[in-house]
């Protein structure tokens, strides 16, 4: 899991500079405030009735959420989501500015291509974290949206702080490492994968 701390959240370029607060974590959390969505709209996956409900708070750039991405959703999305046993609910929690960057375009494209994008990011991180605005820009190309675009994107400031709000809810929640889990309300932090997930999961669907 990667630990966060202030400097992590200190956003050195031009367009992103500014917008980061770290809210201090909270030591508890009250269940309304985790299921309320982001001011900017929530991301997910499945019938919003589910039984059970997973939220996943993530960066694009933190090597262990891309573990966690590469090597056991698939399986989650097969067995749970695509099946409509859970919810699941991936929420941004950037912890550098390649990860706020990647977020503003994954919002920026439609609703639909979001979860394809953000799955493109994980699977590719290595590369594109050499040189994240030019990685960046090749992805953002890949998805049919123009460098000039690209560039207008990275400088909407309302975007970028929406997503910073949002990542701050959740840092009240607690979030203090990424990635995190709340199985219906249950923090799941350390090592997550498919296994664990199958233990905590078959026996709220009973």
């Known amino acids: ?4 701390n202030r ?12 917008l980061a607060v770290l809210a201090m974590p909270a030591l508890a959390f009250d269940q309304a405030e985790l ?4 001011a900017m709209g929530e991301m997910s996956m499945a019938p919003i009735n589910a039984k059970v409900t997973l939220i996943e708070y993530a960066s694009a750039s933190c090597p262990h959420c891309a573990e966690f991405h590469n090597n056991s959703f698939d399986a989650l999305k097969r067995e749970y989501i695509d099946t409509g046993k859970i919810r ?8 550098n500015d390649a ?14 291509s979001y979860f394809p994008i953000i799955d493109i990011m994980f699977e590719t991180q ?3 974290l050499e040189n994240w605005p030019e990685g960046l820009a090749n992805i953002a190309k890949q998805a049919g949206i123009p460098k000039e675009k690209f560039d207008a994107i990275l400088k909407d400031q309302a975007l970028a702080k929406g997503i910073i709000d949002a990542r701050d809810q959740g840092a009240s929640l ?22 664990t997930l199958r233990a905590k999961i078959d026996p709220l669907l009973n």
């Open 126 to 128: 290595a590369s594109w």
């Open 1 to 4: 899991m990667t630990k966060l």
């Open 88 to 95: 699941f609910v991936f929420r941004e929690f950037p912890h």
């Open 174 to 195: 607690g979030v203090t490492g990424i990635p995190t889990f709340f199985l219906n309300g249950e923090k799941l932090e350390g090592e997550v994968t498919i296994e």
């Open 35 to 38: 299921n309320k969505p982001p």
């Open 99 to 112: 990860a706020l960057a990647a977020f503003m375009l994954a919002r920026s494209v439609p609703k639909e």
């Open 7 to 18: 400097r992590d959240f200190l956003l050195g370029s031009t367009a992103l500079a500014g």
